[in-house]
């Protein structure tokens, strides 16, 4: 008897030794609030600019083909929760096919700096061409996602010259979230930023995929890791901001106006709404319906090609990488 409880006691002991590790092995490493301590794919430049009298540096990737060049550049716009690190696939994809890739973390995100200021798509667009006037760019073509589809979006009815083609990929915005989820303070929005866990983030990125992928961890940690650092309230101060001006400044009304040749790549699961657990029940199926969404926006943009991908959720480039890179390529040409 003695021996089995002094086994049972010992089995104990090695159970808790493989949970703590397993759960420590989840667990996110601490990382800045600029993300200089994660891995990016390509060097990263900087320049800087005042905005609202702060000094403030704006990060980018300006990755150009080893190969023979096409003399063509793609900027690629990425989403609220994301910064450039998560374009890899793509960058690569189009480095082979000859193509410069300009990378921007938009002030607020990734390793730009994250000032308290107003935040608006009017001035991120501004401090993109700030950016590309800096590397002597005339013209681009623009691939934006979620949040990054909405300033992609901006930016071309701002500069239409500057933008060769426009590429929409499941972005946000292509509704007004307004009359469904209701106005929320800034204040209430850092809070609730500030309440987040490793476990909420995660259960929130999930969201994002039809069907989750251990690589798809990666982009967990990152915002994870932002939350153990001594600055984080500063970065979730940003992040509220960025959520306020999702919800304000709407871009829905103005797609008839969009001139360049434009590509809407839709996966078709994808129900994102910003703000979607402060909308009712009953709500909830008029609004993130991309299927639905998709179709009508395409008949807003002029000309505008729409590509419906089955069985797939917000973010294509991650999911169904090769289809995306086939479809983005192929309209370039």
Same mark, same amino acid.
């Given at each position: 008897?003695?021996?089995?409880?002094?086994?049972?006691?010992?089995?104990?002991?090695?159970?808790?030794?493989?949970?703590?590790?397993?759960?420590?092995?989840?667990?996110?490493?601490?990382?800045?609030?600029?993300?200089?301590?994660?891995?990016? +794919?390509? +060097?990263?430049? $900087?320049?800087? &600019?005042?905005?609202?009298?702060? %000094?403030?540096?704006?990060?980018?990737?300006?990755?150009?083909?080893?190969?023979?060049?096409?003399?063509?550049?793609?900027?690629?716009?990425?989403?609220?929760?994301?910064?450039?690190?998560?374009?890899?696939?793509?960058?690569?994809?189009?480095?082979?096919?000859?193509?410069?890739?300009?990378?921007?973390?938009?002030?607020?995100?990734?390793?730009?700096?994250?000032?308290?200021?107003?935040?608006?798509?009017?001035?991120?667009?501004?401090?993109?061409? !700030?950016? &590309?006037?800096?590397?002597?760019?005339?013209?681009?073509?623009?691939?934006?996602?979620?949040?990054?589809?909405?300033?992609?979006?901006?930016?071309? #009815?701002?500069?239409?010259?500057?933008?060769?083609?426009?590429?929409?990929?499941?972005?946000?915005?292509?509704? %007004?979230?307004?009359? $469904?989820?209701?106005?929320?303070?800034?204040?209430?929005?850092?809070?609730?930023?500030?309440?987040?866990?490793?476990?909420?983030?995660?259960?929130?990125?999930?969201?994002?995929?039809?069907?989750?992928?251990?690589?798809?961890?990666?982009?967990?940690?990152?915002?994870?890791?932002?939350?153990?650092?001594?600055?984080?309230?500063?970065?979730?101060?940003?992040?509220?901001?960025?959520?306020?001006?999702?919800?304000?400044?709407?871009?829905?009304?103005?797609?008839?106006?969009?001139?360049? #040749?434009?590509?809407?790549?839709?996966?078709?699961?994808?129900?994102?709404?910003? =703000?979607?657990?402060?909308?009712?029940?009953?709500?909830?199926?008029? !609004? =993130?319906?991309?299927?639905?969404?998709?179709?009508?926006?395409?008949?807003?943009?002029? =000309?505008?090609?729409?590509?419906?991908?089955?069985?797939?959720?917000?973010? +294509?480039?991650?999911?169904?990488?090769?289809?995306?890179?086939?479809?983005?390529?192929?309209?370039?040409?």
């Amino acid at each position: 008897m003695k021996r089995l409880i002094i086994l049972y006691h010992i089995c104990c002991i090695i159970l808790t030794v493989f949970t703590v590790s397993a759960a420590k092995a989840q667990s996110a490493e601490p990382l800045s609030i600029t993300l200089e301590n994660y891995e990016y +794919p390509y +060097p990263t430049q $900087y320049i800087q &600019l005042n905005i609202e009298n702060q %000094d403030v540096k704006m990060a980018y990737m300006d990755v150009k083909p080893a190969g023979q060049a096409n003399s063509k550049t793609v900027m690629l716009f990425h989403g609220k929760n994301f910064g450039g690190y998560y374009w890899k696939n793509v960058i690569q994809a189009l480095l082979q096919h000859g193509f410069r890739v300009i990378i921007p973390d938009q002030v607020g995100f990734g390793r730009s700096s994250k000032p308290d200021i107003h935040y608006s798509f009017h001035g991120l667009a501004s401090y993109t061409k !700030v950016l &590309l006037d800096s590397l002597q760019i005339t013209q681009t073509a623009v691939i934006g996602h979620s949040m990054g589809g909405m300033l992609a979006t901006r930016f071309t #009815l701002m500069y239409p010259q500057m933008v060769s083609h426009l590429i929409l990929e499941n972005p946000i915005g292509l509704e %007004d979230y307004r009359p $469904y989820v209701p106005y929320t303070l800034v204040d209430k929005l850092y809070a609730e930023e500030l309440k987040s866990t490793e476990e909420s983030i995660r259960n929130y990125h999930k969201n994002y995929y039809v069907q989750w992928k251990p690589e798809y961890e990666a982009y967990v940690q990152a915002m994870a890791g932002v939350k153990k650092s001594g600055e984080y309230p500063r970065y979730a101060k940003a992040a509220a901001l960025t959520t306020q001006m999702i919800y304000e400044q709407p871009v829905c009304y103005e797609f008839s106006f969009i001139q360049p #040749l434009t590509l809407l790549i839709i996966g078709q699961e994808d129900r994102t709404v910003v =703000g979607k657990a402060r909308v009712k029940k009953e709500n909830l199926n008029k !609004v =993130g319906q991309y299927p639905t969404l998709g179709k009508r926006t395409a008949k807003l943009i002029p =000309g505008s090609t729409l590509i419906e991908l089955p069985n797939v959720g917000h973010i +294509p480039h991650l999911e169904v990488s090769e289809r995306f890179i086939q479809e983005v390529t192929q309209f370039l040409k």
